[in-house]
């Protein structure tokens, strides 16, 4: 049993996911020359792993786009000569396999593997082994490095805020029937009728 | 850091300038040397030195022959906080003087990936052309597509034609492609060189576009170095305790901390105090207009503010900013007191292609001339304009980047709406043809003396020292306090040759001294920010040169009449103005701790040095 739960301990990349919150970005790159100086030894974002699209006015959104380390990755699928393979849950390419076809490029669903003039083989995240340099630079914490599981934990508490915001519940008050928004609990409106009143009642 | 060392330059600099003559249709990369390169520092260094090169008697600023150098500095795109910044620099057609307007953003780090540390534009394109940067690929296009097309229109449009979304394109307007005199260039939707006219020279080349694509390594010497320098610099950005704040506002903040001091331009700085400012403050922004942030290339401080305007019928007018001087312009100083009114007015200087400071202050102008019957309605094309009426100064707004009927005179600035109407010429806040910036020069002293002597007319970019004499200098001696605007007039131009933003310095007191580490990191080579401050001196030296050969007296190193006639009206400096013999005293003073004679000339010591002799020379 012990021997078993010790095969199943994963390391630290393969628990963990490189995320972004696009609203948050301000579309300033820094996180791309952290990148290709920490990667590549240059000043040069065009080099970088993660790339900021920004699209404006209308919709207005910068947006890091960055490797997801798929459990299935289309990019392994579509290369011909199986340079890429996961590694402790990062997708990697072989360069000596790689013969610089592009296919994962044009496959990624995403659009997170990218092509430069001075490199023959596709650029990929590879989270700089598990300590994602991007995430340490950028200045509006639009990049965040968190364990898989917590993946959608932000979604399932928006929506439930969103769910309990549109609800009233219900309580009696001395054997009345009475209605109150959750609403109106966050603005105060419980605490200045009722708790203020509970108070006094008990001085 | 002088040459005669044998001093070598071993990085930072790409060593190379990229020529473009459009009336011969081609270009050529001109390889400089490192003398150059260690005497004009970069950027705007640079660009004034090939202005003054380029010199010629008779040549108009909309002529030809005049160049435009468009030139990010040597930290520009360097893995270093805000190091997104590019100077255009040329002879103004608002002014007929030496010129340069900056730009955030990322074209100029493009330029520099492309492998250019500047690039030179002369001449003029036969047909309407843009022109198409791609690395080493330098080519002349047809742009008869885009005439007449709003900026982002441009922009989106070229990107979507040269199938790359990643290119960075600077274009002008419909008002630069009408010779509007204060017509900006654009990049990235809200990006502007945005004063002193830099879109009509676009205009007069024939040229609506520069697009760019660069791909190139940026050369740095000492790369270590250069990452805990700048590692260093980010975190102790990033725990400043104003730095939540100012990515929350950013310059608009200002409108309060303006207000509050009374500084702000009221109703054509008629006064200094805006009843209604906390109708479009900041606060006004971020809890209602704010739907994002925008930052400049590796700024952390992301003062772009995109905000949309979501009733009223303004309703749905998307636009990055205002920021300060835009929301005051466009703002208090044309008597707006309706917040969504101020982004429509942004939103569409942007897109057509105008400078909102100018034009703000070119709008208020002729409203104070309407209300004060110095101008008739036919004159404002029977449009009855009163302070505070948005409809009406839309409607300028358009006309004057189509120069249509009032717009037309509007669309020449200062000197071209006196040309039309001398009897405006008491109210028109200017400096040598540029007007005034949104900071009242009435109160202390050191505003006045700024304007007054800036080489590019009344901008408060070149020194703002108003918040620190009024904060920490009121006991100051005259002479301190001329030593304070010498001192910005020094240390603010070096932002502009390094191709860095200066606001990190201004708004969070990062330290000054680490550009001068960042620098030799970069470059190898070894200086103090003395040093840097010495060729940043020799600058203003040179532009005053060039300013000198265009004309330029004693006479016109004067703050706007206002200053000096009409006091202040409420506020907390209500009833002060500046008085004429003390600024005479004081610009005599300020001749003399820089080095000139009493007429405002450089010593020929000074002009040898800066290197404004030759055979152009004075």
């Given amino acids: ?203 | 850091m002088s040459n005669d060392d044998g001093v070598r330059i071993k990085g930072g600099y790409l060593g190379k300038i990229l020529h473009i003559d459009l009336s011969a249709g081609n270009s050529h990369v001109e390889e400089y040397d490192d003398d150059f390169a260690l005497k004009y520092i970069g950027g705007r260094g640079f660009g004034a030195k090939i202005v003054m090169d380029n010199l010629k008697e008779g040549v108009k600023p909309l002529d030809p022959e005049n160049v435009i150098v468009i030139a990010p500095g040597v930290l520009s795109g360097l893995y270093l906080p805000s190091s997104g910044k590019t100077s255009f620099v040329s002879i103004s057609p608002l002014t007929g003087i030496y010129a340069d307007s900056n730009m955030g953003g990322m074209f100029g780090v493009e330029i520099r990936q492309a492998g250019y540390d500047a690039l030179v534009i002369r001449g003029r394109a036969k047909e309407f052309s843009y022109i198409w940067i791609d690395d080493d690929v330098v080519e002349i296009r047809d742009a008869s597509k885009y005439k007449g097309k709003k900026s982002t229109e441009t922009e989106r449009e070229l990107k979507e034609d040269l199938r790359d979304e990643e290119i960075k394109v600077a274009t002008i307007g419909p008002a630069g492609e009408n010779l509007v005199k204060f017509a900006c260039v654009n990049s990235e939707w809200s990006r502007n060189a945005g004063r002193t006219g830099m879109g009509a020279i676009f205009g007069s080349k024939n040229i609506k576009a520069i697009a760019v694509r660069g791909t190139k390594d940026l050369p740095v010497y000492d790369m270590d170095k250069l990452v805990e320098l700048s590692d260093n610099a980010y975190s102790t950005l990033h725990d400043h305790p104003m730095m939540k704040f100012w990515q929350e506002e950013g310059l608009m903040s200002v409108i309060d901390y303006a207000n509050t001091l009374g500084i702000i331009p009221t109703r054509n700085f008629t006064d200094a105090h805006f009843e209604d400012a906390d109708k479009i403050n900041g606060e006004v922004m971020t809890s209602r207009h704010k739907i994002g942030d925008s930052a400049c290339y590796s700024c952390p401080m992301a003062c772009g503010n995109i905000c949309l305007v979501k009733s009223g019928k303004y309703a749905g007018t998307v636009t990055e900013g205002p920021e300060y001087e835009s929301a005051a312009m466009l703002g208090s100083n044309v008597g707006i007191n309706d917040f969504s009114a101020v982004l429509r007015g942004n939103y569409l200087c942007d897109e057509l292609g105008i400078d909102t400071i100018t034009s703000g202050s070119m709008i208020a102008t002729i409203i104070e001339g309407y209300e004060r019957g110095l101008l008739t309605l036919e004159d404002v094309d029977g449009i009855a304009l009163s302070w505070g009426d948005d409809s009406s100064i839309m409607q300028l707004l358009e006309k004057i980047a189509n120069r249509d009927g009032i717009g037309d005179v509007l669309a020449g600035g200062p000197y071209g709406l006196i040309g039309k109407f001398p009897q405006l010429e008491p109210i028109i806040s200017h400096v040598k043809g540029m007007d005034q910036s949104a900071y009242d020069a009435r109160v202390g002293v050191t505003m006045a003396l700024s304007y007054a002597t800036s080489d590019i007319g009344a901008h408060h970019a070149r020194a703002w020292p108003i918040a620190k004499e009024l904060e920490v200098g009121a006991d100051w001696t005259l002479e301190e306090k001329i030593d304070l605007v010498i001192y910005h007039q020094t240390v603010r131009p070096l932002f502009d040759m390094l191709g860095v933003c200066r606001l990190p310095w201004i708004e969070l007191g990062f330290d000054e001294n680490t550009y001068a580490d960042f620098y030799t990191a970069a470059t190898g080579v070894s200086v103090t920010l003395d040093d840097l401050l010495e060729k940043s001196r020799s600058l203003f030296n040179l532009t005053r040169a060039i300013n000198i050969r265009m004309g330029v007296t004693r006479a016109d190193d004067h703050p706007p009449e206002r200053t000096f006639n009409d006091p202040i009206k409420t506020g907390p400096h209500a009833g002060e103005h500046m008085d004429r013999e003390l600024f005479e005293h004081m610009l005599d003073i300020y001749y003399e701790r820089r080095g000139w004679d009493k007429a405002g000339r450089p010593s020929k010591e000074q002009l040898r040095e800066c290197g404004a002799l030759g055979p152009l020379g004075l």
């Fill in chain 1, 1 to 203: 049993m012990d021997k078993d739960r010790d095969q199943k301990q994963a390391p630290v990349s393969q628990t963990m996911a490189l995320t972004v919150v696009p609203e948050r970005c301000s579309g300033c790159r820094t996180c791309e020359i952290v990148c290709a100086i920490h990667n590549n030894k240059v000043n040069n974002p065009k080099k970088a792993r993660i790339r900021v699209l920004s699209l404006y006015p209308q919709p207005v959104i910068k947006m890091p786009i960055v490797c997801k380390q798929c459990k299935e990755p289309k990019c392994m699928e579509s290369c011909p000569t199986d340079a890429i393979y996961i590694e402790n849950g990062i997708v990697k390419i072989n360069n000596n396999e790689c013969m610089g076809c592009h296919a994962c490029v044009i496959s990624c669903p995403f659009g997170a593997i990218y092509v430069h003039a001075d490199l023959n083989e596709p650029i990929k995240c590879e989270l700089c082994g598990g300590d994602p340099q991007c995430v340490k630079a950028c200045p509006k914490n639009a990049l965040i490095y968190v364990p898989q599981h917590t993946l959608g934990q932000a979604n399932r508490l928006i929506d439930t805020l969103k769910y309990a915001h549109l609800n009233e519940m219900q309580y009696f008050e001395h054997g009345v029937e009475k209605k109150l928004s959750y609403a109106q609990i966050e603005t105060g409106g419980l605490r200045k009728d009722k708790i203020g009143q509970e108070h006094a009642d008990e001085q």
